[in-house]
């Protein structure tokens, strides 16, 4: 994924690995029709399946703890 500015240009590889899990992003150009197609995905599979969407919120929210956990915030400063 190339970005420049708030224009985006995704390899055929992306998009069809986007594509084998549910994403359609033909047309898209930016980065906020990136969020659109991430956000109609999410929404589609909250309906189709939620056991799937938790299970994905759960290893996001472990990946992110994880992160923090290995590059802690430095320390105020006084």
């Not at 029709?33 to 956000?39: F, G, K, L, V």
């Not at 929404?43 to 938790?54: H, K, M, Y």
Request: proline letters at 8%; a neutral charge.
């Amino acid at each position: 994924m190339l970005i420049s500015g708030n224009n985006l240009r995704l390899t055929a590889d992306e998009i069809e690995t986007h594509r084998s899990v549910g994403v359609d992003l033909d047309g898209v150009r930016s980065r906020d029709q990136y969020a659109r197609a991430i956000e109609v995905w999410v929404l589609r599979l909250a309906d189709t399946r939620p056991d799937i969407l938790r299970k994905f919120d759960h290893m996001l929210r472990m990946a992110v703890a994880e992160k923090q956990a290995n590059n802690p915030p430095p320390p105020p400063t006084a």
